[in-house]
């Protein structure tokens, strides 16, 4: 086998969970060449600091969706300066695809993403992947030819120190010690057929809360606010101001890392954030409706247990999630009952 090039780009522009899941790769490629090596990595502007303060990056490229096509090319140009000896395309979009041919490397590499094996489940209901890998190894899968090989330590997510300070502080500001545990909530998703009805995730933090004394951190972005509002009223309702804390829209995703390693539990839908409570090494209950293990999206490296509705001749009818159940009843995540969910996060907590 020959040895992996001294200097090597990689392509994966979005989104939170794949950045995230790409941290084995960047780690056993620097692992492989040395501290003196390039390794540079070329993402979307909005998720540069999901990689930015990676210690096993020498280079991050922020690509601009906002430039248009002239961004791209001018990216491409600076990419093309570089004279890399590899392109790692571990995106495989129309302009990853763009960039990894405009930089004219010494050699070129792409993520096989099993689009057959994908398509079948989805569309035939005919399970053809023989290998359950997770994304993360089939990230390092690409890189097979140089003899590079999963070192089993997960995912990792990387945080300036000004950050865990803030966020620390925040933290004993909540007086924490005043609970037996603490509850990491994760009740949005970026498309509809991902989530769980929020009624129930409110039902659950609730009983799980009284039972354990525990308090309740709310996690999301600015777009999952309102969700995250309504479960934190629920939850006030029931048992007071002090036992959750709703911090939808007001941190970063580091910051959002930073504070999800104050849970003893992370109740989530199949999203970002819970890729990013993986990175941390937390216990997740996840709950998967219209997609499917087999994608590789489960989480990776850490103690998770994955609540789903396996009785369905519909499902998976996508890989990424839709805006509106095709079959208008929702069943995926409708007959995922409060007791099961409970039950799993109990396991946890106990």
Excluded at 113 to 132: C, F, G, P, S, T
Excluded at 253 to 265: G, I, N, Q, W
Excluded at 303 to 311: F, G
Excluded at 316 to 329: A, Q, V, Y
């Amino acid at each position: 086998m020959k040895p992996l090039p001294l200097k090597t780009v990689v392509f994966r522009l979005s989104s939170i969970g794949d950045i995230v899941l790409s941290s084995p790769l960047l780690r056993v490629m620097r692992a492989a060449v040395g501290k003196d090596a390039r390794i540079d990595f070329v993402v979307r502007k909005e998720y540069a600091d999901l990689v930015r303060y990676n210690h096993h990056l020498s280079v991050v490229h922020e690509y601009d969706p906002a430039s248009g096509f002239d961004g791209l090319k001018n990216l491409s140009k600076q990419l093309y300066d570089e004279h890399y000896d590899l392109a790692l395309d571990i995106h495989d979009s129309i302009r990853t695809k763009f960039m990894r041919v405009a930089c004219r490397a010494k050699d070129v590499v792409v993520v096989d993403k099993r689009k057959m094996e994908r398509w079948l489940l989805i569309n035939l209901k005919r399970n053809a992947y023989d290998d359950h890998l997770s994304v993360a190894e089939r990230y390092i899968e690409t890189l097979q030819k140089f003899g590079i090989q999963n070192d089993g330590k997960g995912l990792e997510i990387f945080i300036p120190d000004s950050t865990l300070f803030e966020i620390s502080g925040k933290m004993a500001s909540m007086q924490l010690n005043q609970f037996e545990k603490v509850i990491g909530l994760c009740p949005g998703s970026k498309h509809f057929t991902k989530r769980w009805q929020k009624e129930k995730f409110a039902e659950v933090v609730v009983s799980a809360a009284k039972e354990f004394h525990a308090k309740v951190l709310l996690f999301g972005g600015s777009d999952e606010k309102q969700d995250c509002d309504f479960v934190a009223r629920n939850i006030q309702t029931a048992l007071g101001e002090k036992s959750v804390h709703n911090f939808a829209g007001e941190l970063s995703l580091l910051e959002s890392a930073a504070a999800l390693e104050f849970c003893d539990v992370v109740l989530t839908n199949d999203s970002g954030l819970m890729h990013l409570a993986a990175a941390k090494q937390k216990k997740i209950v996840a709950l998967f409706g219209s997609t499917s293990r087999e994608f590789g999206f489960a989480p990776y490296g850490t103690e998770a247990v994955i609540v789903e509705n396996n009785n369905l001749d519909c499902r998976p009818c996508t890989h990424i999630g839709r805006k509106s159940c095709p079959k208008e009843h929702f069943k995926c995540m409708v007959d995922i009952s409060v007791d099961e969910v409970y039950g799993a996060v109990k396991k946890f907590l106990s």
